[in-house]
Antibody, heavy 127, light 107 residues
């Protein structure tokens, strides 16, 4: 079925980088924006940015500019998010999510909410 | 950037109660508003998009309303399986900001 499958949990030292993968199944990977969201322990959801897998165009939240790199490989339907210069504040579960496309009652098309989510990747930053 | 503010941050209600959660945007976002449900230890699940459109498979006791800056998620008859944290999200433009969440418990 349509799903996103992420890479496994990772533990990193402060100052290191982490790269999380997100593989898409059963839909045309290049046709949908792919977003990254994180959730620190006991906290809410925080949006990191998006990538258009077909074009490679990205948009990163200002807070993460210069630290987040999003890439994609359409040949294997996989997106990647790399976060550099890790600190303990980056300890979180990282999700990828597909942005849906929908039509309103007037048949106008819009990019919408996140209808498919990966299972999450726990990244722990600790020395 | 547009801020999304949810209230209350938590609530406790009895099974069968009508529950209302509000979300306010600091600027108008038309109807580009989604609601998600996240159960403990689970992945967020899309409930509503375009402020009031129910995602396929979501029980009809969930409904959404609002436009511009003020939005509401309503559970018409709270069920035990609705225990979760609920988040609103704007998606009209980047950043696609989430509200702080509302934790719903059973009294």
């Amino acid at each position: 079925q349509v799903q996103l499958v992420q890479s496994g949990a990772d533990v990193k030292n402060p100052g290191a980088s982490v790269k999380v993968s997100c593989k898409a199944f059963e839909y045309t990977f290049s046709n949908s924006y792919l977003h990254w969201v994180r959730q620190a322990p006991g906290q809410g959801l925080e949006w990191l940015g998006w990538i258009g897998p077909g074009s490679g165009v990205t948009k990163t939240a200002q807070k993460f500019q210069g630290r987040v790199t999003m890439t994609s490989d359409t040949s294997i339907s996989t997106a990647y998010m790399e976060l550099s210069r890790l600190t303990s504040d980056d300890t979180a579960v990282y999700f990828c999510a597909r942005q849906m496309y929908y039509y309103d009652n007037d048949n106008r098309g819009f990019y919408g909410a996140f209808d498919i989510w990966g299972q999450g990747t726990t990244v722990t930053v600790s020395s | 950037d547009i801020q999304m503010t949810q209230s209350p941050s938590s609530l406790s209600a009895s099974v069968g109660d009508r529950v209302t959660i509000t979300c306010r945007a600091s600027q108008g976002i038309s109807n580009f508003l989604a609601w998600y449900q996240q159960k403990p230890g689970k992945v967020p699940k899309l409930l509503i998009y375009a402020a009031s459109t129910l995602q396929s498979g979501v029980p009809s006791r969930f409904s959404g309303s609002g436009s511009g800056t003020d939005f509401t998620l309503t559970i018409s008859s709270l069920q035990p399986e609705d225990v979760a944290t609920y988040y609103c999200q704007k998606y009209n433009s980047a950043p696609l900001t989430f509200g702080g969440g509302t934790k719903v418990e059973i009294k």
